[in-house]
């Protein structure tokens, strides 16, 4: 067995004593006999791997008992339609941050359900800085503000959690979920695809605040009606049981890490590591302000592009894999979420370092 250092920005790697109890427990979890893929989603053995994952998750991310947490399927993309179909009410509008393609994409989904405002873009300058609260036109009407705390193809990401005042704050965190605290207490619902920092895809995690359950428009889909996979308990129809699986032994494996405040200063580290050394170094360059730079996706290019080719070849010959920067910006790109340990970003480091100093 020969594992690559993952840079792969989704689905991304997971950590290595997850995906080693998931092999140990694959043909029999604990003497049921048969795996978790192949269980009934309402015997007692998943409901309760369900019921701990969801208990360490609000461990975890410390979720207050007046929100609801929903294991949901269509991913962050369903979600782009889903919020707004659930949280308009009797609104005709929602507010829109559009820091990266991850928001506009969901600001254009949305568009097709309510008048969408944008309240503040960086689009101008290419999406490289978060725009300044004081700058934001909020429409007091709006059903919400939605925001994207971290943008994965920009590598943009807000410092903290913003205070929109009473107006429902939501917010995509598929690319930072469980990557540091976060005040749960200030958001009004937060959702994330599983298959970067939680697990595999399939899944796809919604907290929200239990006043904002029951307000979906007549022709919302039940299985999509988040009033409905409350009470429901996310069993509506059959669940992602093996991602929600995987997912809770992440969440395990992440408290067993410390908590978030551990996994936060160690992402931090690992940032500032490569951070530093493309600041130090002509031949690389990361154009974010700094910071407002992403934790997790770190995108860079070369002083010469024509070598981005051979780069990502010499990386893969290397051991470094997912290293080429998304289509509509370029260059590389390396994500280092959760599971990402330092001394893979220190390979990479070293990697780069080699190659800039014999073809730069
Ligand atoms: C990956 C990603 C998405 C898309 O997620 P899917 O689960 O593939 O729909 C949306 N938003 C952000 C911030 C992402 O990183």
Redesign the pocket.
Known sequence: MNRVVNFSA?PGALPLPVLEQVQAELLDWHGAGMSVMEMSHRGKEFMSIAAQAEADLRALMKIPDSYKVLFMQG???AQFGLIPMNLLGDKTGADYVVTGD?GKKAAKEAAKYCKVNVAASSAEDKFTHIPDRAGWQLDPAAAYVHI?P???IHGVEFPGDPDVGGVPLVA?M??NIISRPVDVSRYGLIYA?A??NIGPAGL?LVIVREDLLGRASATTPGVFDYKAVADGESMLNTPPCFAWYVAGLVFKWALDQGGLDVIAQRNAAKAKLLYDYIDANAFYRNPVKPEHRSRMNVPFTLANPELDADFLKGAAAAGLSGLKGHRSVGGMRASIYNAMPESGVRALIDYMQEFARTRG
């Open positions: 989704g991913g962050a993309t991850w994207t971290n943008e994965t995509d598929s690319s695809g298959q970067k796809t």
